[in-house]
C-alpha cells in the first residue's frame, strides 16, 4: 500500500515538469461510460451495480455508453453489455484498464498467487470462469454463473 502511495506521488512530481501533451492526443478511455454522470466501473475497479441495472433498464443510455442489450449467463438475462477499447491489452493490474479488471491470459495454479500478467476484460460480463491479475500475482479462479 505504502509503495503504491510512494509510486503514485513519483509519478505526479515527474508529470508535473513534463511538458503538456498535444491538443489532438486523447486517451482511449476518454470515453464516458455511465449514466446520468456516475460511472460503470468505480475508482477500486469494481461494477456499480446500480449503473449496470440502470444502463440495462434504459436501452438508449446502453447504446449511448457503448453497449448493447444481450442475454448472459445460464438464465440469459438481458444486460447491457459494454465492450471496452482496450479489450486484450497487456495488464499486471485491473487499474491498468478501463473494465477496471485484468484477467490471466492463461490459468495458473487453482489456488493462485502466481507472477503473471494478463489482459483487460473484452466486457463488463460477469459470467464465466475467470482469475483475476492483481499487483502482477494471479488470484484463484472465479466462476459466475
Given amino acids: 500500500m505504502i509503495r503504491k502511495l510512494?509510486?503514485?506521488?513519483?509519478?505526479?512530481?515527474a508529470a508535473s515538469c513534463a511538458a503538456p501533451a498535444p491538443a489532438t492526443?486523447?486517451?482511449?478511455?476518454?470515453?464516458?461510460?455511465?449514466?446520468?454522470?456516475?460511472?460503470?466501473?468505480?475508482a477500486d475497479g469494481?461494477?456499480?451495480?446500480?449503473?449496470?441495472?440502470?444502463?440495462t433498464a434504459n436501452p438508449a443510455a446502453c447504446a449511448?455508453?457503448?453497449g448493447a442489450l444481450q442475454p448472459v449467463c445460464r438464465m440469459q438475462?438481458?444486460?447491457?453489455?459494454?465492450?471496452?477499447?482496450?479489450?486484450?491489452?497487456?495488464?499486471?493490474?485491473?487499474?491498468?484498464c478501463g473494465s477496471g479488471r485484468c484477467y490471466a491470459?492463461?490459468?495458473?495454479?487453482?489456488?493462485?498467487?502466481?507472477?503473471?500478467?494478463?489482459?483487460c476484460a473484452p466486457?463488463?460480463?460477469?459470467?464465466?470462469c475467470n482469475q483475476r491479475v492483481e499487483d502482477g500475482v494471479a488470484l484463484p479462479t472465479l466462476c459466475v454463473d
Fill in 6 to 13: 510512494f509510486m503514485a506521488l513519483a509519478a505526479l512530481a
Fill in 25 to 42: 492526443e486523447t486517451p482511449s478511455t476518454a470515453t464516458f461510460i455511465g449514466i446520468d454522470g456516475r460511472p460503470l466501473v468505480l
Fill in 46 to 55: 469494481m461494477i456499480d451495480n446500480a449503473v449496470q441495472q440502470a444502463l
Fill in 64 to 66: 449511448r455508453a457503448g
Fill in 77 to 96: 438475462m438481458p444486460m447491457c453489455l459494454i465492450t471496452f477499447t482496450d479489450a486484450g491489452k497487456s495488464c499486471t493490474d485491473g487499474a491498468h
Fill in 105 to 119: 491470459a492463461t490459468p495458473t495454479a487453482a489456488s493462485g498467487g502466481s507472477a503473471t500478467t494478463g489482459q
Fill in 123 to 128: 466486457t463488463n460480463n460477469p459470467c464465466g
